[in-house]
Nanobody
Framework: QVQLVESGGGLVQPGGSLRLSCAASGSIFSIHAMGWYRQTPGKQRDMVATITTGDSTNYADSVKGRFTISRDNAKNTVYLQMNSLKPEDTAVYYC??????????????WGQGTQVTVSS
């Protein structure tokens, strides 16, 4: 099994910045893609940014130029640097990974979510 623990959410004013972190632990054999998704009440969970083992990145159009995803493979950790935050970025942010553990190959795992609120 693989566990994901997120941190770094909170309340920030419009135009401010936050950095989210997500550390993977457990019986990990290999971590493949990692990413961040977000969800607001009553809506589906949407992709924010993803990063592969080769550091290929993909961003939602709404965050391009403002958010940056990165990873530290040695620490099995993915980060999301969020700048120029807008009220519409308010959501619960979820970490996601595709990982091969000692029990399952290429399985999907989710973190518990961290609240990001952008408000004055």
């Amino acid at each position: 099994q693989v566990q994901l623990v997120e941190s770094g959410g909170g309340l920030v004013q419009p135009g401010g910045s936050l950095r989210l972190s997500c550390a993977a632990s457990g019986s990990i054999f290999s971590i493949h893609a990692m990413g961040w998704y977000r969800q607001t009440p009553g809506k589906q969970r949407d992709m924010v940014a993803t990063i592969t083992t080769g550091d290929s990145t993909n961003y939602a159009d709404s965050v391009k130029g403002r958010f940056t995803i990165s990873r530290d493979n040695a620490k099995n950790t993915v980060y999301l640097q969020m700048n120029s935050l807008k009220p519409e970025d308010t959501a619960v942010y979820y970490c996601h990974t595709i990982a091969t553990s000692t029990a399952l190959p290429y399985a999907h795992y989710w973190g518990q979510g961290t609240q990001v609120t952008v408000s004055s």
